[in-house]
């Protein structure tokens, strides 16, 4: 018997998690639950995370979560209890099957059984943001070395696990050659472990594309957190509905299951809204405590309840559905088919008795590092970066010449176009031609442009790695 924490949510959330249980408990699932309450009446109570001290320590001490969409306040500086829980409870990987069930659900791809694997706690979604100057702002990117061993060890070993022949990474690293060049790096490394997988790669824009036209060629696609939440929409999406889509999200201790649409508001209440994604977001948690029989065995009676046309409103099409139902209905629909396994779709085979085994992140031994210059960002309100190059100038500090300034990441100077539209922040470089750069340099060029006028408003130190280059050029360059 397993001990579980239940969440029953906001909008339709409390409807599509009674008959979520109600299908466990008909199939035999050995849980038992302890239910706590997240979400909007939390937030309006005054607490801006949406979830209690208490809540927290029954969701800890049970590191198995279901949970049921929330709905979060609009303004008031209300935070994601979705983004919060996966970063304290160090969700790394999130998982979303999407498969087609063509030709009971309206899809262009019927062939379609893709699995995204999602790199769950940083990249931009670190939330790291700061208004730097009157006209920019900006958000970190941060990506890290455990972080991409990580979660592409995990799709490996997901691949592994399920029979799955081959994994895809998506990055922007054409582009973002430092954060997307270490997720692609690592991705090509941690392949090599692996060498009866098929690997390639895919520069995200194209990957999307190819997602869109032919998603049969994929099979399991890793990537960052950005590009994960968003493609995997897309891709349950183009499966037929977002509503019939589960998400699995693992970490090293705990894990939260969940669907990945929203609260819907709008239906709440009316016994309309389908239970589908919430029920398979149950069946991956199953799996992952090791019930796999009864998560086989829901997982082929809800395929046959979809094979026998019995479907709620948000996919009933009258040239294939043979009944409209309700939330409970359809619940009903699938205990009364449990034991049975689908005709034409496929049926699931979980095997038994096995476990994905995931290597624990070793910290490599330091590299040689050396400050070799500094970028000061600077707020100024002038449009010619020569005019700003000459009181740049004026910084004079031994041994550290302005290499160059960018406007956004475009070389303005030296030899800018005039038709580069300029902003009021600027990336002024700082090296030493003859060698190495030093802290104090730093804090004397920091010093001098305060007594100039100058607004320094961020440094970006310059490194190499040995010996390698470990900084953005300006584009351009």
Not at 129 to 143: A, G, N, S
Request: negative net charge; charged residues 25%; aromatic residues 8%.
């Amino acid at each position: 018997m397993t001990r579980i924490t239940i969440a029953k949510g906001d909008g339709i959330g409390p409807e599509i998690m009674e008959a979520t249980l109600k299908v466990l408990n008909a199939a035999g699932a050995a849980l038992e639950y302890d239910e706590i309450e997240v979400g909007e009446k939390v937030y309006l109570s005054g607490n801006t995370s949406g979830i209690s001290n208490e809540a927290w320590d029954i969701i800890r001490r049970n590191k198995v979560f279901l949970k049921s969409p929330i709905t979060t306040p609009q303004g008031g500086g209300y935070k994601s209890l979705n983004v919060t829980t996966r970063k304290f409870l160090g969700l790394y990987a999130n998982i979303r099957p999407c498969t087609s069930l063509h030709p009971f659900v309206q899809t262009k791809h019927p062939t379609m059984d893709l699995v995204i694997v999602r790199e769950n706690e940083e990249d931009l979604y670190a939330g790291i943001e700061h208004q730097q100057t009157d006209e920019v702002i900006q958000c970190l990117k941060l990506i890290s070395r455990p972080g991409c061993e990580k979660i592409v060890r995990y799709a490996f070993e997901y691949a592994k696990q399920y029979g799955r022949k081959k994994v895809t990474c998506f990055s922007k690293d054409n582009i973002m050659k430092q954060t997307d060049g270490l997720f692609h790096q690592v991705f090509n490394e941690i392949a090599l472990e692996y060498p009866e997988i098929e690997t390639e790669h895919w520069i995200i824009d194209i990957g999307a594309a190819l997602i869109a036209d032919s998603p049969e060629r994929f099979d399991v696609i890793v990537m960052a957190n950005l590009y994960g939440d968003i493609v995997s929409d897309i891709a349950a999406q183009i499966t037929g509905s977002v509503g019939l889509a589960g998400s699995a999200n693992i970490g090293e201790e705990c894990a939260m299951f969940e669907a990945i649409h929203g609260s819907a508001p709008m239906i709440a209440g009316q016994n309309i809204a389908n239970p589908s994604g919430l029920l398979q977001g149950a069946i991956q948690m199953l799996a992952h405590i090791g019930q796999v029989e009864i998560a086989e065995t829901i997982q082929n009676a809800w395929l046959t309840t979809i094979e026998q046309g019995i479907h709620t409103a948000d996919i009933y099409n009258e040239s294939v559905s043979t009944k409209k139902v309700g939330t409970q209905e359809f619940a009903d629909a699938v205990i009364d088919n449990l034991g049975k396994k689908p005709g034409e779709l496929k049926a699931v085979i979980y095997e038994k008795g096995s476990s994905m085994v995931l290597k624990k992140y070793e910290r490599k031994p330091a590299r040689n590092k050396e400050l070799v210059g500094v970028d000061l960002f600077i707020h100024w309100a002038g449009t010619n970066p020569n005019e700003l190059a000459d009181k740049i100038h004026q910084l004079t500090v031994e041994s550290a010449e302005l290499s160059m300034i960018t406007n956004r990441g475009i070389k303005v100077y030296p030899d800018g176009f005039p038709e580069t539209f300029c902003t009021d922040h600027w990336r002024c470089r700082f090296k030493n031609p003859n060698g190495l750069f030093t802290k104090k340099q730093i804090m004397d060029l920091m010093g001098n442009a305060e007594e100039l006028g100058l607004d320094v408003i961020k440094t970006e130190n310059l490194y190499h790695f040995d010996g390698k280059p470990a900084f953005s050029l300006g584009q351009g360059q």
